[in-house]
């Protein structure tokens, strides 16, 4: 079009303008070509005439129609230039609040300075899988380009993000850090995006800072791989740095500050852990507080701590490790206030020792302070020949401690650098990376350094990579295929950057000049002038010396030459240095080793390219400056870049006050300019993006061709054909030589005609090979079934029997394990009591012992020193009584003798004695045979006792198993199951009380068989007595003839005689001391405990002051101890005490029988001395003698009557314990005792008639020998009697003793069987008492949890064996019972069917024509089934179940079936076969779901679980439940069990299925929503217009996948139909089915409106009505389908309100309180989001302004609406399952033949 016909009245143009660089106007008068003056109208109403020339001013830019203002993309825009640009990016940033716009392949970024909630999870959801151009330009879209290109191209991708300080780059890139952490996380548990994020608020603390221009500005740069598997998970990344900005360490201009972390450390000073800091306020440290400011505007620091300390554990730095980094930070602040004092001469200083600062510098780098005090201050120059120490003057001081600090803060960089990538690295292999450049944009201010001169030397590399792959390439393709193209000039820095880095560059240059010994900036600077003043890049200023001005792409900048040389050498002196590495602090030791900064990264393997070379030399080779690092990283940098696919975003900072939503023109466009957005336009605009190779073009779209057009050779003809007819147009394609290129929108639409193609023929394809696929399948496997199951069953029956087999060997095997493990504890048990015993006892009898032998020596002293003076006395007295007694006892004798003649002739009284005792001796052997037959009575009435018990018990079984065959009554049943325990554990204490008795004999019988012991040994020693005595009589019977010798030997014979017949009498007193102890022992069997004796009684007996322990005591606590071991401590408690006093008593008797031996002997030894006195003494003694036999005769008597009485008393006792004929052997044991006690009292018997045969010889002795006396008294004589008769009665003697012998012999003969078994029963006990110990030891070692874990173990397997034989009873009978059920069955239907016959043919005799149909009145509604088919049941009704199989039969059909047999279940009582088939159900649910997840499953067993769910809450019996019941189904409630369990297993097992019925559904519907809500034309024609701007990108469609728009409205309620079709033919219940509808309406909702706000092309007013028209089909389809009810219309709500957004007036105050008081269902940020992103389609419609928006902003400020944009699309409802009763009669349900379960049968 000519000028003439584009700038005419009313058209509008934008002129330029100093304040707003361009200002739009309006013509008001035509312009006629080669006028010199156009006539505008400003916007703001004052008239122009603005001059127009050809040279020095042209025409101005034409403006864009309103409709096209505000574009997503700048590309897209009719005229395209600068003011266009700059006025839709403010008019999207300004009105629409849009912060993102798209400018061909770059995306436009502009800092809000606000939050925004555009960057949820679910913006990540609503991003990830569109295509670049489908929604609204943002981060994500970016992001999501470069992982789908990644994923498809299979080639490495970058997303470059630059831009100014303050432009929001560092934000940039870690929302897309996100998003790729979100979209790829990684395949396991390695969380390794979650540590790729928080690398970032580490990095931002050590490597950001508040600048004038930006609160968090990133003071270096960083380049991020995030690295991919093959699945496309992250498994890894990698970070490197340039370029630090370390003298911001040591001065920060004002309003600035340090790094964050010094304030976040300053900030969180008071915590423990960081006290040995010994921080304070930022502000009293000199390397914080220069900038005078250092808090940041709602900025935490210690919660920013946090948070980084988080990190770093995230990363896996421990505390310590962290705490060192903290000490070397610290240490940087604490160097900073170190005070340099300088000396008088000004070219010295010095430090003050006591400098605390220096102190807590050293301690914390593990320093000595005297070295680093002196090198601070001095430094070392070292010559060729000597070497110096140079003392440095104050200000050389300061910046030596500056370059020190600034030097320790690198390598600290460098370090946690370092290790985040050890942290992020992976050993997995690495597929392909994504990488996201973070790198300061362009910088120029008022003073330009070193730092400056890096960041734009880099920026100049990067706009050189930008140009050559948005521009140059471009352009060189096009001439390249010869496409008519007019060649666009753009701007190529290569000079400029040839002029830095080239030979003998700029950089070249200073390092040149850095390696003059006294090089300065200001030679350097001469020798740019020199060398590049004729340079077009470079410029000298005229005002100054010291420095120079290069032309950058962006701009011309000026730097200052002073520092540039210090800061590129970054100096730090080698004693310093030398220092830090011998720190005793290992982290700072690592730092400065000679080892470069990426030392740690080799030892961890890890390939990082680090930012700086390291190559290994020595110290001054190694110092390598900081541009040629720089300039080395540089250009790895670059050809990282150039091998991967860039996607690039560019930040613009809006204005320099950091205010949100401000838009500076002037600032803007200088960034525009910088980062190349504008050149972008003009290229991308006249271009043509999409390109295809005439090959790639043939093959992919040869679908389209015909069929003759194939048969061409010439692919390029056939293309050009193909083109010519599918596109008319023909400036939408250009063809060149080896390509096609395209304008945008054309491959999209070829795109769509070839999948329609691909689509029908895929249709085709797909319905016949299903369908032939399908039959082949179903005929395999149908006949694999029948053999599968043929074969299966068969496998079942005998994997059951097998089942069978090996538990009952398992319960063998359990059962002797168990024996014998429980005997090794008690074997151990035993063993280690006594040891315990054998230690204690005998610390016990050493004490006693010691303190035996302490009383002994004293009482020896005593009675020595008693007995002298006892013996001095009588000697004294007995000289002056034997005197006197020789005159007495003469006349005394005499008469004496007298009487005892007289008294000798008669000898009645003798007779009298025996006559008595003879009396006495048959009384004792009456009482004996009573005592007899009483036992054998008691025993008889035992007998019979047992008898009946036993008879009682099977009558009781009897009943029990007739009471079960017959009524199946449980209570009865439950009754003599009580009565069987209750029998079971009284003869389990019978049994107890056996083993008790039998304990208790044990113990006696030890205890008796150890006293048998003590009297055997004394009997040996009465015999070697015997023998003494036998010597001496025959050497006194040779002396014989002399008198002297037969008075010696009657005296001797006397003395044997009462010796004789004391021993008698102790050995009755020791037999009837048995039987008092057995007596005892019984008595306190019955009565339980024991008495306590005194505690003094001990020693109430002594004639000593002090009391003392007996060893009588002392032996009865061993033996009680003793006891204890062997009866155990219930028993030993009842007996302990009785076993003491018993010991005593033998103890005392034993010490009798000792006294009475000495005075045997005391009498031998008086009647040796007193031979003379003998003679006048003989008669005397012979009468006593006489006297005392006949008190032991009377004596023998009487304990032998007590002995009987006794004995018959234990057997009574004996008899009256025995309880069964289990304790027939102790009752035999007791028996032979009790003979053997009667043989003991025969040969006492006989005893006692020798002892009176021997005392009437000894009488007739007497009297002879007194007649003799008589005869010869006159003589005085005293000579002995007969020696015959003397030698008679010794020969009586001695024959009498050797039948004791005999007697005592046969006696220790059997005691000595007796010993031996009992030894063997001791053996036997002592391998028990291992076994306990082994099991003690195993159960004192577990804790007490375990041990009670442990006995509970054993009582529950205990309990489980009596639990599995009363199982095993209870099944043989309810086996005996169901086959007599059968059996009964059986005979009732035959009765039946013979009565049915009688009747049928009794009606046919009456001639009635009627036939009725016989009903099984027996059926109950219930399904028996064996327990070897539940496996079958479960296989049939669920597993193999497909939901067509019952298509034809009532719905629900196998819950009903599942709930009968429960039912069967539940009738007989079996309680393991209700929960084995509900348990097996509900597990064979899960496995069919799990498999099979397709909607018609899902809905169909959804169904039958609800229903089952419902016939348990039906039958239950509870009144709730029954209200809708009929009295059948009453009487069909369950009996037995309450199931209310299996009820909420069964309710959760339902919400688990409809969980998984709604995300099947969800995922079918989900790709038809925004097609079918948003896309289709469900009105014709009303959206035929669409916006101009709207472009998808080539690059990023999935081409091979069906479009958005092969969906349709119809297409979706088709579904969602078929979806209620399905659920209703399921039986699933309505309400059930209408959750499931309003569950899918809210996900049609939240999808479609998710997609409208993050859409501008589709808000608009067609789109409203269309939407409007789609949600009342959708109510329409809810009526039709009785679904209005279920409130899922009120979840389209939303969307439809946004559709009457989108069509309702929007201009006045009065339209803004309407769409407050309509949009109730919308938040204030969607309505305003709508209202921004609403676009006219025609010019008749207008924009909505941001006035009204304002407006609408302040009306809705009132609601307390969620901070929410985007509604989650994953939300839920909670479902509810109504209670739904069934109508259906169990009784009358059918159950087809071909669902295989013949195996039911009807109960």
Known sequence: MSVNELYTTYTRVWIPDEDHIWKAAEITRDYKQGESVLYLKLEDGPLLEYPVGPKSNPLPFLRNPDILVGENDLTALSYLHEPAVLHNLRVRFLESNHIYTYCGIVLVAINPYEDLQIYGEEVINAYSGQNMGDMDPHIFAVAEEAYKQMARDERNQSIIVSGESGAGKTVSAKYAMRFFATVGGSSNDSNVEEKVLASSPIMEAIGNAKTTRNDNSSRFGKYIEIGFSQNYHIIGANMRTYLLEKSRVVFQAEEERNYHIFYQLCASASLSELQDLNLTSAQDFTYTSMGENIFIEGVSDADDLTKTRQAFKLLGIKDATQNAIFRVLASILHLGNIEIYSERDGESCHVSSSDVHLKHFCRLLGLEPPQMEHWLCHRKLVTTSETYIKNMSSKQASNARNALAKHIYARMFDWIVAHINVALHTTSKQHSFIGVLDIYGFETFEVNSFEQFCINYANEKLQQQFNSHVFKLEQEEYMKEQIPWTLIDFYDNQPCIDLIEARLGVLDLLDEECKVPKGTDQNWAQKLYKRHGSSAHFQKPRMSNTSFIINHFADDVAYECDGFLEKNRDTVYDEQINILKASQVELVADLFSDKDGGSSLKTSKVNVRAAKSAPKASNKENRKTVGLQFRSSLHLLMETLNATTPHYVRCIKPNDFKEAFSFDSRRAVQQLRACGVLETIRISAAGYPSRWTYSDFFSRYRVLMHKSDMLCADKKLVCKKLLETLIKDKDMFQFGKTKIFFRAGQVAYLEKLRADKFRAACIMIQKTVRGWLHRVRYQKIR???????????????????????????????????????????????????????????????????????????????????????????????????IVLQCAVRRARAQRLYKKLKKEAGSGERLKKLDAGMENKIVQLQRKIDDKGKEYRAQNEQLLQTNTNLGSELSRLQ??????????????????????????????????????????????????????????????????????????????????????????????????????????????????????????????????????????????????????????????????????????????????????????????????????????????????????????????????????????????????????????????????????????????????????????????????????????????????????????????????????????????????????????????????????????????????????????????????????????????????????????????????????????????????????????????ADLGRQVTLQRKEKDFEGMLEYCKEDEALLIKMLITDMRPDDVSGTVPCLPAYVLFMCVRHADYINDDNKVEALLTASINAIKRVLKRNDDFDTTSFWLANTSRLLHCLKQYSGDEAFMVHNTAKQNEHCLKNFDLAEYRQVLSDLSIQIYQQLIRVAESVIQPMIVSAMLESESIPSLAGVKPMGYRNRSSSMDTDGDGPSSYTLQALIRQLGQFHTIMRDHGLDPEIAGQVVRQLFHCINAVT???????????????????????????????????????????????????????????????????????????????????????????????????????????????????????????????????APSALSLETLHIPNSLGLDFLIRV
């Open 783 to 881: 006949k694999s079934a029948i053999l599968l199951q043929r074969y299966g069953r068969g496998y079942l029956a005998r994997r059951y029997a097998e089942y069978l087999r090996l538990t009952r060997a398992a319960m063998v095997c359990q059962k002797n394990y168990r024996m014998v493990r429980e005997r090794r504890a008690y074997l151990t048990v035993r063993n280690a009591t006594v040891v315990i015993q054998a230690f204690t006892r005998g610390m016990f009898t050493r004490k006693i012992y010691n303190q035996l032998m302490l009383h002994y020596k004293a009482t020896i002293i005593q009675r020595n020193v008693r007995g002298w003076l006892q013996r001095t006395k009588y000697r004294r007295m007995r000289h002056a009584a």
């Open 958 to 1403: 009897k009943q029990l198993q007739q009471i079960n065959s017959s009524q199946g009554d449980t209570t009865q049943l439950s009754a003599l199951q009580a009565e069987l325990e209750r029998l079971r554990a009284e003869l389990a204490e019978a049994q107890e009380q056996k083993s008790k008795i039998v304990e208790d004999h044990r113990v006696e019988k030890l205890d008796l068989t150890e006293r048998l012991a003590e009297l055997v040994e004394e009997n040996s020693l009465l015999k070697s007595e015997k023998e003494e005595l036998n010597l001496k009589i025959r050497q006194q019977s040779s002396r014989a003839a002399e008198d002297v010798g037969s008075a010696l030997l009657r005296a001797e014979m006397d003395a044997e005689r009462r010796r004789y017949q004391n021993l008698l009498k102790e050995y009755s007193r020791m037999e009837q001391r048995y039987e008092n102890l057995k007596e005892e022992v019984s008595l306190t069997k019955f009565q339980p405990g024991h008495r306590r004796n005194l505690s003094n009684q001990s020693s109430q007996g002594s004639d000593s002051n002090y009391t003392s322990i007996s060893t009588s005591e002392v032996g009865d606590s061993e033996d009680a101890i003793q006891l204890v071991d062997d009866m155990g401590v219930d028993k030993a408690a009842m007996d302990i005490s009785v076993f003491i006093k018993l010991q005593k008593r033998v103890r005392e008797l034993e010490h009798e029988r000792k006294q009475l031996q000495a005075n045997v002997d005391k009498m031998e030894e008086l009647a040796r001395q007193q031979g003379s006195v003998v003679k006048s003494s003989s008669v005397e003694q012979q009468a006593a003698d006489l006297a005392y036999n006949n008190l032991k005769r009377q004596e023998l008597e009487s304990e032998n009557k007590k002995l009987k009485n006794d004995l018959n008393e234990l057997h009574h006792s004996v008899a009256d314990r025995e309880s069964s004929d289990e304790l027939q052997s102790s009752y035999n044991l007791l028996l032979s005792q009790f003979r053997a006690a009667n043989e003991e009292l025969d040969a006492r018997k006989e005893e006692v008639l020798i002892l009176r045969t021997q005392i009437v010889n000894a009488v007739e002795q007497q009297e002879k020998k007194q007649q003799l006396e008589g005869d010869n008294l006159a003589e005085d004589s005293s000579l002995p009697a007969d020696k015959d008769e003397a030698l008679r009665a010794y020969q009586g003697l001695r024959e009498s003793k050797k039948l004791l012998e005999a007697q005592l012999q046969s006696q220790n003969r059997q005691h000595g069987d007796e010993l031996e078994a009992l030894h063997t029963q001791i053996e036997l006990l002592k391998d028990d008492i291992e076994k306990k110990q082994e099991k003690l030891n195993y159960t004192t070692s577990l804790s007490p949890e375990a041990l009670l874990e442990y006995s509970v173990q054993l009582e529950i397997t205990r309990l489980t064996d009596d639990n599995l034989d009363l199982k095993e009873l209870v099944e043989k009978l309810e086996k005996n019972e169901r086959k007599l059920k059968k059996q009964l069955r059986i005979y009732m239907k035959k009765v039946q069917e013979l009565e049915v016959s009688r009747s049928s043919r009794a009606k």
């Open 1649 to 1779: 409106l998710n997609n409208l706000l993050l859409r501008k092309d589709v808000c608009s007013w067609s789109t409203g009505m269309q939407l409007r028209y789609n949600t009342s089909q959708m109510e329409e389809w809810l009526r039709a389908n009785n679904l209005y009810q279920s409130q899922a219309a009120a979840t389209l709500q939303p969307i439809i309100q946004a559709a009457q957004l989108l069509q309702v007036k929007k201009k006045t105050s009065q339209d803004a309180d309407a769409i407050c008081s309509l949009c109730t269902s919308l938040n204030s940020q969607q309505i305003v989001k709508i209202l921004n992103l609403y676009t006219p389609l025609n010019e008749f419609e207008e924009r909505v302004t941001v006035s009204f928006i304002r407006n609408i902003q302040s009306c809705l400020q009132e609601r307390n609406d969620p901070p929410q944009l985007l509604l989650d699309t994953k939300q839920t409802f909670p479902v509810l399952l109504p209670y």
